[in-house]
C-alpha cells in the first residue's frame, strides 16, 4: 500500500527567510500525483503546488517550488521569502488513480 | 458562489445518536469523497465515489452509510454515533478523465459527540 511520510511535525522560520518542508513516499507505480496542501486555522485545504511523476522539472509557483527526487520517492516543498500568511498545516499527498493518500502533516510557524 | 458546500459546519449530538452531514458540489466533477480528520490533522480518506458509483470503502465502520443521490451531492449517514467519531469531515471532489487534478474540499464539519 502506498504511504506518504512527513517527519517534520512542527518547523519554525523566520518572516522573509526560506524553509523547507519534506515529504517521502512509498509506491510501486511510476505515474502518479503529488501535492501540497496548506491549511491555515480557518480549515480550509487549500492546493499549494502540485507535480506529475512524468515530468522531471520541479514544480513551482510564486515563492513555492518543490524538489522532486523521483527515485528516492522524496517531495519536499521550499517555501522562499516566509510570510505571516503562510503559517498553517501543510500536507503532501500522493494520487494515483481515484485515491488520494496524505502524510500527518507538518505545523509551520512563521517568527516576525 | 461556494464551488464544494458542507453543511452543516459544526455539530453537537449525543452518543448513539444518528446524523448527517451533506455535500453539494457545483463544478460538475465526477469523483467525490469522503475524508475524516482526527485531533492529531490526520487526514484519511473513508469513501470515494465516482458518478454516483462506489469506488473505495476504506476500513469504516458500517455505522457509516454514504449516498449519492446524483452527481453533485454526496452524503454522509453515521448511524449509532460514538465518542470516537468526533472529529472534522471533509468532503472533496476531483475532475478530470485522468484524475491528474487536485482535490477541492469543502470547509469542513465539525463532529463533536458528547
Known amino acids: 500500500a502506498q504511504t506518504v511520510t512527513q517527519s517534520q511535525p512542527e518547523m519554525s522560520v523566520q518572516e522573509a527567510e526560506t524553509v523547507t518542508l519534506s515529504c517521502t513516499y512509498d509506491t510501486s507505480e511510476s505515474d502518479y500525483y503529488l501535492f501540497w496542501y496548506k491549511q491555515p486555522p480557518s480549515r480550509q485545504m487549500i492546493l499549494v503546488i502540485r507535480q506529475e511523476a512524468y515530468k522531471q522539472q520541479n514544480a513551482t509557483e510564486n515563492r513555492f517550488s518543490v524538489n522532486f527526487q523521483k527515485a528516492a520517492k522524496s517531495f519536499s516543498l521550499k517555501i522562499s521569502d516566509s510570510q505571516l500568511g503562510d503559517a498553517a498545516m501543510y500536507f503532501c499527498?500522493?494520487?494515483?488513480?481515484?485515491?488520494?493518500?496524505f502524510g500527518k502533516g507538518t505545523r509551520l510557524h512563521i517568527l516576525p | 458562489d461556494t464551488a464544494v458546500s458542507q453543511t452543516p459546519k459544526y455539530l453537537v449530538t449525543q452518543m448513539g445518536n444518528d446524523k448527517s452531514i451533506k455535500c453539494e458540489q457545483n463544478l460538475g466533477h465526477d469523483t467525490m469523497y469522503w475524508y475524516k480528520q482526527d485531533s492529531k490533522k490526520f487526514l484519511k480518506i473513508m469513501f470515494s465515489?465516482?458518478?454516483?458509483?462506489?469506488?473505495i470503502n476504506e476500513t469504516v465502520p458500517n455505522r457509516f452509510s454514504p449516498k449519492s443521490p446524483d452527481k453533485a451531492h454526496l452524503n454522509l449517514h453515521i448511524n449509532s454515533l460514538e465518542l470516537g467519531d468526533s472529529a472534522v469531515y471533509f468532503c472533496a471532489t476531483r475532475g478530470g478523465v485522468t484524475l491528474n487534478t487536485e482535490a477541492f474540499f469543502g470547509q469542513g464539519t465539525r463532529l463533536t459527540v458528547v
Open positions: 499527498a500522493y494520487s494515483r488513480d481515484d485515491k488520494i493518500i
Open positions: 465515489y465516482n458518478n454516483k458509483e462506489l469506488i
